[in-house]
């Protein structure tokens, strides 16, 4: 039976565990939930790509880690953009959006010009 969730399009994860944490610090199963919300539960995060993506943004220093007492009273790991990861984002935002205009115009079956 299809699924109305889809998985997250290869290659675009670290874009947008950084741009949740461009909103706030969190912990990591916070993004998961975050980036539930924000996209309308269309895409789910396997918990076993995003902690394996963490470490990997941690060691490219575009994020920072933290241990602190969550809501619930329990330890858990903070996790929150540099610097560093700021401007990868806008790096990642950017190409995104040059690609996806560019699968648009495709899609559309249009030329600059308007003919098909």
Do not use: C
Not at 28 to 44: N, P, T
Not at 50 to 79: C, D, F, V
Not at 97 to 107: G, K, M
């Amino acid at each position: 039976m299809p699924s109305d969730r889809s998985d997250l399009l290869q290659g675009t994860l670290e874009m947008l565990v950084l741009k949740a944490l461009s909103l706030e610090p969190m912990h990591g199963w916070g993004i998961g939930e975050r980036l539930d919300q924000l996209s309308r539960e269309v895409f789910r995060v396997n918990q076993g790509s995003l902690y394996p993506a963490l470490q990997r943004m941690i060691r490219k220093g575009w994020i920072r880690s933290e241990w602190r007492t969550s809501g619930n009273g329990r330890r858990a790991r903070y996790y929150s953009l540099t610097s560093t990861g700021r401007q990868q984002l806008a790096r990642e935002q950017a190409t995104w959006l040059r690609a996806s205009e560019a699968v648009n115009r495709i899609l559309s079956g249009r030329l600059a010009d308007g003919t098909a």
